[in-house]
C-alpha cells in the first residue's frame, strides 16, 4: 500500500469491511489503473435524487462477471477476483501459484513450503475468494466461512490487507481480530457474522471462549507461516482450534520451514495434502549479497553506524536479539540523528503500526526490530538487512535476510558477529549449506582455519558470487560514526 493511500485512510480501520474506501470495484492504490470491464458507478449513491428508496446499497457491488481470459481465470480464480490483479502488478502467476492454484481450486488440502515474499497470500487467497464467492449466501451470525491464522498482528494486517485488494468491489469482507485491539469491539462485529475471519491464535481463543465466534461452519482454513506459530508457542492454542472446526473442510498450511513438530501439526489439519515448495527451507533467496563482519559486541553500535551512513536514503532493517536492547540500540541511534523506529513485543499495537507506517512510507529510514516482530514483513523498499545479534535459531536468520531483496529488487544483509556468536555463525551455515563470505573483521583463528578447509559447509554461500567476499581488508571500526547521517 502507497503512503498516500494510508493517509487518505485511516489507519484504525483500514483492515475491517467498514473501513473499505472503494466500494467501485478499484484496487485502492490503483486509481490509474487498467481499464476494467463492467466497473460498477461511483459510491456517490446517497446522493442521487434518481436512486430507489428500497434499491439495495450492494447494486454497488460488481455483479456481473467480467468477461477476462487470464493466467489466472485460466487456473479456475472467479474474473470477478483476478480482474483485479493487473491493477496491484499481479499479472503472471508466481511460481508457488502456479503450482498450488489449481489443485486449491480443485479442493485439495495444500502443505505448501514458502516463505513470505513468494506471492502465498495470493495463492490462498485468490482460491478462497473464488470459493466464497460461488456460495452466494451471507455467513450466519458469530461464523465465519474462512478462517486465516497468522503468527502475529503485523502479518495479519499485511494479509487483510491483500484480502481487501483482492476482493475490490465483491461482496467479500474480512474482519482482522489481532491482540492488543479492543476485544469488545471485536464480540460486536462477530455478531453479524464474517466471510473471511483473519486471527491471531491467541486473541481467537480469547473469542471463542466469550462465546463470540463459532467454527462449526468454517470451510476454508488457512495456516500462515505455520512455523512461527510454533515458535511463539501457539500449538495448544492450535490443537485446541482444530478440534472446533468441522471435519468436512479444505485446509491450507504454509510454513517455511519444516520442523519435527509441523509433521504432527500437518498431520492433525491436513488430509491427503497436495505438497508444494518453493525456495527450499533453509536456503536464502538468490538475489541477497550477504556478508559477515566479525566485530568485538562493544563495537556493533558503531559498525552500524558506519553501514547506516553510506546508505542514508535507503531502508534498512536491524534484527537485534532481545526486546530491551533493541529499544536501547534505537535510541542510540536516534541521538545519533538517525531517523529510527523500534518494533518489540513490548510496544503497544499502535505503536508498532505507527512505526511501520513510517517506516513503509519511507519517513524512518531504520527499523530496529526483535524477531516475533519482523518476521513476514513485506516492505519492497528495504534494501539492507544487519543482523546486529545474530539469531539463536538458526531458521531466523534466514526469515530475517528475507526482508530484502523483495519483489524482484536486490538486496544486501550483513551479520555482525562478535566473538560469542562463533557458535550461532556455524549454525546458520549449517542449516543454509553454505559459507557467509566475509566482509570485514577479522575472524577468530578457529574459524579462518575451518573456513580455510571450505568449512562444515562448503565453499561459498548464497551470496558468494556476489563479490563481496573477503575483498576489503580487515578491519577495525572507529569508535564513533564517520559521517553524520543525511536528512
Ligand atoms: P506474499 O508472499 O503473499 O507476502 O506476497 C509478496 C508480494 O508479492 C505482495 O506484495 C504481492 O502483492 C506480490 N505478488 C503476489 N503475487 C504476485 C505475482 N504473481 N506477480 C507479482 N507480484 C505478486
Not at 439495495?56 to 490483479?85: H, S, W
Not at 559477515?292 to 547506516?308: M, P
Not at 566482509?439 to 579462518?448: H, S, T
Amino acid at each position: 500500500m502507497s503512503a498516500d493511500t494510508r493517509a487518505a485512510w485511516p489507519k484504525d480501520v483500514m483492515t475491517t469491511e467498514n473501513s473499505r474506501p472503494n466500494r467501485s470495484g478499484k484496487p485502492r492504490h490503483q486509481d490509474g489503473g487498467k481499464p476494467r470491464f463492467n466497473r460498477a458507478p461511483k459510491p456517490n449513491h446517497n446522493h442521487n435524487p434518481r436512486r430507489h428508496r428500497d434499491e439495495p446499497e450492494e447494486k454497488f457491488i460488481r455483479r456481473a462477471i467480467p468477461d477476462i481470459d487470464t493466467p489466472f481465470t485460466q487456473m479456475g480464480i472467479d474474473a470477478r477476483v483476478a480482474i483485479n490483479l493487473p491493477g496491484l502488478g499481479i499479472e503472471t502467476p508466481s511460481p508457488i501459484q502456479e503450482k498450488s492454484i489449481p489443485g486449491i481450486v480443485a479442493g485439495r488440502d495444500l502443505l505448501g513450503l514458502a516463505q513470505t515474499g513468494t506471492g502465498k497470500t495470493a495463492a490462498f487467497g485468490l482460491p478462497m475468494l473464488t470459493r466464497l464467492l460461488n456460495i452466494g449466501r451471507k455467513p450466519e451470525p458469530r461464523t465465519c466461512r474462512a478462517l486465516i491464522l497468522a503468527p502475529t498482528r503485523e502479518l495479519a494486517t499485511q494479509i487483510a490487507e491483500n484480502i481487501d485488494n483482492y476482493a475490490a468491489g465483491t461482496p467479500i469482507r474480512q474482519f482482522r481480530v489481532v491482540g492488543g485491539a479492543s476485544i469488545n469491539v471485536q464480540v460486536q462485529r462477530l455478531e453479524r457474522g464474517v466471510d473471511v475471519l483473519i486471527a491471531t491464535p491467541g486473541r481467537l481463543i480469547d473469542l471463542i471462549e466469550r462465546g463470540a465466534i463459532d467454527l462449526s461452519q468454517t470451510g476454508y482454513l488457512v495456516l500462515d507461516e505455520a512455523d512461527q506459530m510454533l515458535d511463539i508457542g501457539f500449538i495448544h492454542a492450535l490443537r485446541r482450534i482444530a478440534r472446533m472446526l468441522p471435519k468436512e473442510r479444505q485446509t491450507l498450511l504454509f510454513s517455511a520451514t519444516m520442523p519435527k513438530l509441523m509433521a504432527e501439526l500437518a498431520d492433525s489439519y491436513l488430509t491427503d495434502p497436495l505438497k508444494v515448495a518453493v525456495n527450499p527451507p533453509g536456503q536464502a533467496a538468490e538475489k541477497i549479497e550477504q556478508g559477515v563482519h566479525f566485530v568485538n559486541q562493544g563495537d556493533k553500535a558503531t559498525l552500524l553506524a558506519e553501514y547506516l551512513s553510506k546508505h542514508t536514503d535507503e531502508l534498512a532493517i536491524v534484527f537485534g536479539r532481545t526486546k530491551h536492547g533493541s529499544e536501547k540500540l534505537s535510541k542510540l541511534l536516534e541521538k545519533w540523528g538517525y531517523k529510527v523506529a523500534a518494533i518489540h513485543g513490548n510496544k503497544s499495537q499502535g505503536q508498532r503500526e505507527r512505526a511501520l507506517a513510517s517506516f513503509r512510507a519511507g519517513d524512518t529510514k531504520v527499523l530496529v526490530a526483535t524477531d516475533v516482530a519482523a518476521r513476514g514483513l513485506d516492505i519492497p523498499q528495504v534494501a539492507h538487512v544487519y543482523n546486529y545479534d545474530l539469531p539463536n535459531v538458526p531458521e531466523n536468520y534466514v526469515h530475517r535476510i528475507g526482508r530484502t531483496a523483495r519483489a524482484g529488487r536486490d538486496g544486501r544483509a550483513i551479520a555482525f558477529c562478535a566473538p560469542a556468536e562463533i557458535g550461532e555463525l556455524r549454525a546458520i551455515e549449517k542449516a543454509m549449506k553454505a559459507q557467509i563470505p566475509v566482509v570485514g573483521g577479522e575472524p577468530p583463528f578457529e574459524v579462518a582455519k575451518i573456513r580455510e578447509r571450505g568449512g562444515p559447509a562448503g565453499r561459498g554461500g548464497p551470496g558468494a558470487g556476489a563479490g563481496t567476499a573477503r575483498k576489503r581488508p580487515a578491519r577495525r571500526p572507529s569508535r564513533a560514526p564517520k559521517s553524520a547521517p543525511r536528512g
